[in-house]
Structures are given as C-alpha cells and as structure tokens.
C-alpha cells in the first residue's frame, strides 16, 4: 500500500510547480463552484421573500452586508452571474493545465524509460520480447497519463464532495446526514465489490494487450513471408482471439463500472422522496420548502454525480495501476544491471587513440548463465593487433557475431575481461564512439538517406562526407533516385537492395572515424567482385586503423595481417 503511494508520487510529481498550480487552480475552480451553487438559495429565498431564512442565507446575507451590498434580487443576480463567469473560467483553466499536464508527463516518462533503455545491458534488453516492449513503451505510457488524469479527478472530486456536503450542512442537517449516510453506504460497497476487481481487469488488460501487440508486431514485421505462405486470414484469427478476450473483459468492466450512476441517481431520487414526505409532515407551508428544496435537488444531484464520477475515477485509476507498475519497471530498467563493469562508467576515462594491441583476457561467455559446461565462447586469451586486420573465421553460430559484441561493449563477458590501453574496455564513457561495428542484418529508420549515414551524428565535412560515400559506391545508386541524398527511406529500407543498404551502413561506421572497426559478415548480400571491392575501399579509408573482420569466403585473405578460426568456443590462429 505504501510503497503504491510513493510509486504514484514519484510518477505524478514530475514537475514539483505544474503540478502544485494544477492543484490551487483546481481548488479555487471547485471554490467557486460551490459558492455559486450555494447562492441560489439567498436568491430564491429573497425572491419568494420567504420569512425563515436558512443557515446559509443568513451567513450569505452578512457577507453581503460586510461588503455594503444591499441585499436585493437584482445585487443577488449580479453576484451570482459573476461568481459564474469566474467560476467556468477557472474550470476550463483548469481543464487546460489538466491535459497539458498529463500529456507533459508521457514526454517524461518517455525520456527516462529510453535514459534507462540506453544505461542498461544490451543483453537485457534483447531478452525482452520487442512487442511486449513495444506495447510497455507506447500503450502502457499512455494509459498510465489516463491513470493520471484520473488521479487528479479522485483528488478534486474528493474536495468537491467535501464543499458540497459543507454546503448542505448550512442548508439541511437532517438532509446532508441522510446524504451523508447514503454516499458511505455506496462508497463502502463500490469498495467492496469493484475495487480489486478493477485492478485485476488492469493486470490481464496490459497482459493481453502485450500479446495483442507483439502479434501484431510479428504480422507487421514479417508481412511478406506471411502473404507469400498465403497464412494471412490464420494470423487474423490468431490476433482476433486475444482481442475478443480484451472486449468481453473491457464491457463487462465497463458495464460494472458505470453501473453506480445509476444506482446513485435512484439512491438520491428515493431520498428525495422521503425528505419531502418528512417535511410535509411537520409543517403544511410547501412554499417555504421551494428554495430549500431547491438547494437540495442542485447540490444533492451535484454532489452525487460528483460522487459517482469519483468512483468512477476511482476504478480507472486503480485499473491503470499494473500500467503504472509496468511503466516504472521500465523507468528503471538499468537499475538491475547484473553487471558492476556496466557502472562504471562515472569516471570520465576517455579513448582517444588506440595507443597498444588489444588484450583479450580469459573471456568467457554463454548467453545461457547456467549452462557451465557448454561455453560458447571459453577462456579466450590473445591480443588484437593495433594498426593490422584481423579476420574471424568458423562455422555459423560458432559465435563470431557473440565474440564481436562483446568486443564491441554491447555485451559483457561472464569471467575475464577484454583491455583496451591497459583499462578495461567498459570503462571508457566513449566507448561506441571509437569502436564502431557494422553487422550483417541492418535496420535503416524513416528519415532521408543522409540522415540515416550521419545517424543523429553532428557532423559538418562535407568533403569527408563525399569521400566517403563515392569511394563506397553509394553516390552511383542514390544518384539515381530523383531526390538524392533527400530520398526518404521507408519501412526500414525494404525497397532498397541489400547491397545498397549494407553500403548506407557502412558510410554510417567510417564517418565516424572510428579507432577500432568491426565489420560482422557485412558482404553476405553482395556478390564476390564486390565484395573485394568493397574491403578494398573500406580498408584504404581504416589504413592504419584496427579491423576486425568475420568473413566465411577467404577471397581476402590476402589483405589479413591475421587470421582465426573459432572452434568449439576457442580461437585458433
Ligand atoms: P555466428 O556469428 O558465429 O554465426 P553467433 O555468435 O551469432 O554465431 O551465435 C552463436 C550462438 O549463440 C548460436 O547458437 C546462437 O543461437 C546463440 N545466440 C546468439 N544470440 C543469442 C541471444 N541473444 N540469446 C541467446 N542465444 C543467442
Ligand atoms: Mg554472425
């Protein structure tokens, strides 16, 4: 329970200001908003010139008189329009500040799930399933906004409530208890039947709208296998299974849910009946009763429908609870970083220059933690030499891929360590800076071809640009497109070939200059003259650079300064 209220705090407060002005603007809204409820009994009552004022009358008249305002309909009018004007402008200021709030959280939350994404272990991150993900990051982070604008409804319902029964006690005693006494009663059973309900239809709500979203994914993703197996109409089946399950479950929330307005409304009309009945039976004067009456029937039917919205918010609120939980979790996703070398990166050691060979040091590695036995990669020692071309060989799923990640920094060896300038490699804050890998499966996003080599990279050489790419043949195909350089690529590149995306990729590695270059299996897609053709130019722009090469063809061989073969998790030279 407590630590639920420190979550909520900790998401909400994102903006100790914001939220502190959402907060007094929706108390003088609700403010005004009683009061000018309130008023409509002085006016009513002075307009019948009823003889016995009520409580509220009496303390409204000497306000009145306080400020030198004779009491008659036309001052009471004046007031009271103006009391209106303030009190819907402040409610629509405050409906302004509500949205604008809620929306500004996502961008926080946002920020910090890929903050926290960017901090924390690659190999986490790839036992994630990419749709669940997908869905956390972008349904669940909406959600969770909804889950606040139904926070903040809870808080100024609850004042509401609170203002109006305030209200009542001046008008009626007898009233506000039998009110009183009825808003407990449905509060109580709202409690009881609909609370942990709603929070259980939120934990199988984000459960099944992951799948939902991860087989949509899947359909997307891979839309071309699946219309080529002709499967489309199986894969809509598949994805309308869960989704169907989502509506019974959603109705019947909805349904239960909205059901206290009405039981509300009959509560309030079968009070009203009996107060009436009550009344008639002490005094036979039904006239006096009007402004009372009247009072009884705008804030009685105000404060109940208050009540049932703040039930109803209530219930939202506690629905988008797994929504918050999942949204934290993702928050603080690097927080569990298993491994201490990803941490130290608070000091500020910086590569510069590859100043001596690379020492790989006792590195082992499995991505299964409790296969002992089996090692992918086992108790690697040897160096890279600085300046020179390495190429890996072995057969696929030997671990090539495994090894250059772990060169790399994207993946953390299990024992040992690989040292780069006698530090150990993850220590340096630049590390994907100097080492740059290429590999063989690439994903290019939607922006323009030359967006997708600088890749977010600030960089003005424009004649280090040009060398780049005519030396890498990009210039010969993105000449061809009409807008050039400003062709815009879609679906992540599936209508180029990939040759032509392989050669964006790898302009997108050398206009960083990088001081250690990998290139996994980049020339798998091209055919064998160029192939050669593209090592050539690649190793001419890295001359006197580190490459480290995993190729299965020995058509460059030749240019090898040294050469691997991984078997059975060793390096043999
Ligand atoms: P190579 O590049 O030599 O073809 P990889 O390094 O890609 O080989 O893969 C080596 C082995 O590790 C394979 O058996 C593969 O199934 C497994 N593997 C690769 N990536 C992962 C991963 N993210 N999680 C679990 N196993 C993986
Ligand atoms: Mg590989």
């Not at 199988?204 to 109409?233: C, G, H, T, W």
């Not at 049932?308 to 949204?327: D, E, P, T, W």
């Not at 001359?543 to 073969?565: L, M, R």
């Amino acid at each position: 329970m407590f630590e639920n209220i420190a979550l909520i705090r900790q998401l909400f407060f994102q903006s100790k200001t914001y939220a502190s002005i959402l907060i007094i603007v929706s108390f003088i809204s609700i403010f005004l908003e009683g009061i000018s409820y309130a008023a409509i009994l002085p006016l009513l009552e002075n307009y019948l010139s009823s003889e016995k004022g009520s409580n509220l009358s009496r303390i409204i008249a000497s306000i009145f008189t306080y400020i030198g305002f004779s009491i008659n309909t036309l001052s009471i009018s004046i007031v009271f329009i103006i009391l209106i004007i303030f009190k819907n402008f402040f409610r629509i200021f405050r409906e302004y500040l509500t949205a604008n709030y809620k929306y500004y959280l996502r961008e926080i939350w946002l920020e910090k799930i890929y903050n926290s994404l960017d901090k924390s272990e690659y190999e986490k991150i790839t036992l994630v399933n990419r749709g669940k993900l997908y869905n956390n990051v972008y349904h669940e982070t909406n959600n969770s906004t909804q889950g606040m604008e139904n926070l903040i409804e809870i808080f100024t319902s609850l004042i509401s409530l609170i203002f109006f029964i305030f209200i009542l006690i001046l008008t009626s005693i007898q009233f506000t208890l039998i009110i009183a006494a009825i808003a407990i009663f449905i509060f109580l059973l709202n409690r009881l039947l609909l609370y942990n309900y709603s929070k259980k239809v939120g934990n199988k709500e984000v459960e099944l709208n992951q799948l939902v979203s991860s087989v949509i994914n899947d359909s997307l993703v891979s839309i071309k296998n699946i219309k080529a197996f002709r499967v489309m109409p199986e894969f809509s089946k598949y994805i309308n299974n869960h989704v169907k399950y989502l509506r019974r479950i959603m109705v019947q929330w909805r349904v239960y849910t909205f059901s206290t307005m009405p039981v509300i409304e009959t509560f309030l009309v079968l009070t009203l009946i009996v107060f009436i009945l009550y009344w008639n039976s002490l005094n036979d004067n039904l006239i006096t009763l009007i402004p009372l009456l009247a009072v009884i029937v705008v804030v009685g039917q105000r404060l109940m429908q208050q009540l049932s919205r703040f039930l109803i918010a209530i219930n939202s609120f506690n629905r988008m609870k797994k929504s918050f939980y999942v949204i934290n979790e993702l928050m603080n996703f690097d927080k569990k970083n298993k491994n201490y070398k990803t941490i130290n990166k608070e000091n500020n050691l910086r590569l510069d220059e590859l100043k001596k060979d690379i020492e790989i040091n006792n590195v082992s590695f499995n991505y299964e933690k409790s296969n002992a036995n089996n090692k992918l990669l086992n108790n690697l020692k040897f160096n890279i030499r600085k300046g020179k071309i390495t190429i890996l060989k072995g057969k696929s799923g030997s671990g090539k891929s495994t090894f250059l990640d772990l060169l790399s920094g994207l993946l953390i060896p299990d024992t040992g360590s690989i040292y780069i300038n006698n530090n150990e490699l993850y220590k340096y804050k630049n590390i994907n800076e100097k080492i740059v890998t290429v590999s063989q499966k690439n994903i290019l996003i939607t922006d323009t071809i030359k967006e997708n080599i600088l890749f977010f990279k600030q960089f003005n050489d424009e004649e280090y640009f040009k060398k780049i790419t005519s030396k890498l043949n990009v210039d010969d195909f993105v000449n061809s497109f009409e807008n050039n350089y400003d062709t815009i690529i879609e679906n992540s590149g599936e209508n180029l070939s990939g040759g032509q995306m392989q050669r964006i990729c790898i302009a997108r590695a050398l206009i960083r200059k990088p001081e250690i270059l990998i290139l996994d299996e980049i020339t798998s897609s091209l055919d064998e003259k160029n192939e050669k053709e593209i090592f050539s130019s690649i190793l001419q722009l890295m001359k006197g650079k580190t490459v480290i090469i995993s190729i299965h063809k020995s058509i460059i061989d030749e240019f090898a300064d040294d050469i691997y073969n991984i078997e059975n998790g060793k390096f043999v030279k």
